[in-house]
């Protein structure tokens, strides 16, 4: 990741970390569930010190992208972060029909629903997930995600 980009991504997470330090946090099962990794494509690798980011998605969500249609209602995206080599946990969006209706406007985040899964799949109950939506909701021109726009470029090896 370049520098600026960086420095953009640590304004972000101090933005955030500031905006829901008041908010609580509890406990938060949704319509998340966790996808079948086999089914996915790892188009991308995000390094950032001793973090690695595998992400991946359907192979129909990258066709979307790379004809510039709307990413299908079905489709997961997956980040898989490890630390030091050693998987630590699952960042998780699913998009699906009427997922949105289940939150109020300043929440949503179109029909895309978050959750964090440990390694052993099991949801992370001290969680919010309207932090990851607050934070994603500053990439709603590229339908909340921030690293689609490397899916065009992914030719069977990920993008770095
Ligand atoms: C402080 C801002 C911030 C918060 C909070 C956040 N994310 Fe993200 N997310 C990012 C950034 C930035 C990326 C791009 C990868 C990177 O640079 O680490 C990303 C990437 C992702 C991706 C890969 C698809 C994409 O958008 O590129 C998924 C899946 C994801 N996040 C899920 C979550 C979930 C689930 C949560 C809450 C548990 C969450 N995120 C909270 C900023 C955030």
């Known amino acids: 990741m370049s520098k600026f980009a960086y420095l953009l991504v640590s304004g972000a997470l101090a933005a955030c970390a500031a905006s829901v ?15 079948d990794l086999d089914a996915l494509v790892h188009y991308t690798t995000v390094r950032r010190g001793d973090v ?21 209602a ?12 050693k998987l630590y946990r699952y960042f998780v969006m699913e998009k699906g029909e009427g997922f949105g209706a289940e939150y ?4 949503r985040t179109a029909d895309w629903q978050f959750q964090w899964f440990w ?22 021109d590229s339908d909340y995600l921030y690293t689609a726009y490397r899916i065009p470029r992914f030719d069977g090896t990920p993008v770095e």
């Open 74 to 85: 079905g489709t997961h995206f997956v980040l898989a972060d490890h630390r030091d080599g």
């Open 21 to 35: 330090a008041g908010w609580q946090v509890h406990a938060e099962a949704n319509r998340v569930q966790f996808p």
């Open 52 to 72: 690695t980011e595998h992400i991946m998605t359907t192979p129909a969500a990258m066709a979307a992208v790379k004809n510039g249609r709307p990413i299908p």
């Open 119 to 140: 390694p052993d799949k099991s949801i992370n109950i001290d969680e919010n997930t309207a932090r990851c939506q607050s934070c994603h909701r500053g990439q709603e």
């Open 104 to 107: 109020d406007e300043a929440r």
